[in-house]
Structure formats: C-alpha cells, structure tokens
C-alpha cells in the first residue's frame, strides 16, 4: 500500500480506538507509520482524513449492520413467524452493536461532525433515504425500487428511528437497554395504546 492507503487505515484504526473527537494528526500518523506531513498532503487536513475514514468505516459496519438485518421473511405464512422473525432481527442487530461499540459511537460521532461539514452531512443523509427505503422494503417484503415514497417516509423512518434509538440505548447503558423480546412487546403495546 501507499502512503494514502495507509493513512487511511491508521485513521480507521484511530477511530476504532480512541473516537473522532481524540483522534489527532500525530496518532494517525503514528499509526499508519509515516510522516505527518503526509497527511496535509494526500488528504488536506486531518479533519478531511478523518471525515474520509469515517464514512469508510460506518460503510464497512453498515455491511455488517445489513447482515444482521438480513435472515427470514418477516411476511412468512406461518402464524406468528413474522413477529418472531422481527424480534430475531432486533437481536441480531443488537448483536451487531455489542460486537462492534466503536462502529456504532463513530456512527453518532459522523451525525455530530456532519452538523459541520456540509459535504458529510449530505452524505449521510443520502445514506438515510437509502436506508430508509431498504428497510421499507424488508419489513413489506417489497423490492426496493417499488417502495413507494410515503411508504419509505413513514414506515421506514419510523423503523430508522427505532434502530437509532436502540443502538443509543445500548451504547450508554447495555445492561438495561431493551432486547428483541422487549422491542416487539413494546410496539405491541404501543400500537394497542393508539387503538383506544
């Protein structure tokens, strides 16, 4: 690899370890073994590097993340099957979580920096709208080209707005936050509270 490269897997690494925020030129550098110089160079700034190994990384976890999506049909025929496979989707995504913390923080912490670099904010906001059709589009069983706009507007981002949640739940305090089984009971009873 290049120096390039190899800047950019030192900053991954960094921010694996120690988060955005801490990251420094000098803990890049170190990491990826050359001189700090070299940032300014290839990337700009280390701000822009940082940026730039962010999105990299929140992209390789979300693969990851759409994994632990993945799995059964939630619209399956057998009686009962789909909530059971919604409750498995939510502890296989809690899973995802418990087995890569710092991908999750690093996903709050691009959300926080986007509010200031208007080319990442973009970014993951294109990655919302994607995010929301495709989930859209799991939970109706629908491909993805067919989700109608209201659709990924509603149920979509009301599902977006759950995953957020739970992953901020289980980032601050993994001991109480909800499992599958709690998410579903929740709904349940959410979704009969607006029945009355």
């Given at each position: 690899?290049?120096?390039?490269?190899?800047?950019?897997?030192?900053?991954?690494?960094?921010?694996?370890?120690?988060g955005?925020?801490?990251?420094?030129?000098?803990?890049?550098?170190?990491?990826?073994?050359?001189?700090?110089?070299?940032?300014?160079?290839?990337?700009?700034?280390?701000?822009?590097?940082?940026?730039?190994?962010?999105?990299?990384?929140?992209?390789?976890?979300?693969?990851?993340?759409?994994?632990?999506?993945?799995?059964?049909?939630?619209?399956?025929?057998?009686?009962?099957?789909?909530?059971?496979?919604?409750?498995?989707?939510?502890d296989r995504l809690?899973?995802?979580?418990?087995?890569?913390?710092?991908?999750?923080?690093?996903?709050?912490?691009?959300?926080v920096?986007?509010?200031?670099?208007?080319?990442?904010?973009?970014?993951?906001?294109?990655?919302?709208?994607?995010?929301?059709?495709?989930?859209?589009?799991?939970?109706?069983?629908?491909?993805?080209?067919?989700?109608?706009?209201?659709t990924?507007?509603?149920?979509?981002?009301?599902?977006?707005?759950?995953?957020?949640?739970?992953?901020?739940?289980?980032?601050?305090?993994?001991?109480?936050?909800?499992?599958?089984?709690?998410?579903?009971?929740?709904?349940?009873?959410?979704?009969?509270?607006?029945?009355?």
């Amino acid at each position: 690899m290049g120096n390039r490269e190899d800047l950019l897997d030192g900053a991954i690494r960094c921010l694996h370890e120690k988060g955005y925020a801490r990251t420094t030129l000098r803990d890049i550098a170190g990491a990826a073994g050359v001189s700090m110089a070299a940032v300014g160079y290839h990337y700009g700034s280390t701000e822009a590097l940082l940026n730039i190994a962010l999105m990299k990384a929140i992209e390789e976890w979300g693969t990851e993340f759409g994994r632990a999506l993945g799995g059964g049909e939630p619209g399956s025929d057998q009686p009962g099957s789909g909530l059971r496979e919604y409750e498995s989707m939510w502890d296989r995504l809690i899973g995802s979580v418990a087995a890569h913390p710092p991908m999750a923080l690093a996903s709050f912490e691009a959300f926080v920096q986007a509010q200031r670099v208007p080319e990442l904010r973009e970014q993951i906001a294109a990655g919302q709208r994607e995010g929301r059709r495709g989930l859209a589009a799991m939970l109706t069983g629908t491909p993805e080209q067919a989700v109608p706009d209201d659709t990924a507007r509603t149920l979509g981002s009301v599902q977006l707005a759950l995953i957020t949640g739970l992953i901020v739940q289980w980032l601050t305090d993994p001991d109480n936050a909800p499992s599958g089984a709690d998410v579903v009971a929740g709904l349940r009873a959410l979704a009969a509270g607006l029945q009355s």
